[in-house]
């Protein structure tokens, strides 16, 4: 979690989400073994009220439910690479867990 003051102040964050299935015959299988799969998501607030509410009580192990937009863009890394990186612009942060203070 960082925050970015400036002309264009913004909480960044990143987020993970898992999927998971059961691998096994026919579609409705209850047995086999479960896979799982976790996906990160970088999540960017601008928002002045939300940004300041996710840096201080979206931490590690939050369960959260981010809406907002995708935004595709590129960046050069420091090895001068070219990379792809997807964002999503959060317009809204739903907790779906207790909120506690932050430590």
Do not use: C
């Amino acid at each position: 979690m960082r925050q970015v003051e400036g002309r264009n102040p913004v909480t960044i964050f990143s987020m993970a989400t898992n999927e998971m299935w059961r691998s096994g015959e026919g579609e409705v299988s209850q047995t086999g073994d479960v896979s799982q799969k976790t996906t990160w998501h970088r999540i960017s607030v601008f928002k002045p009220g939300l940004r300041d509410v996710a840096y201080h009580y979206v931490k590690k192990g939050s369960r959260i439910l981010v809406e907002g937009k995708l935004d595709y863009g590129e960046y050069v890394d420091k090895n001068n690479v070219k990379r792809q990186a997807t964002t999503i612009i959060a317009d809204n942060i739903v907790f779906l867990s207790e909120i506690r203070d932050r430590e």
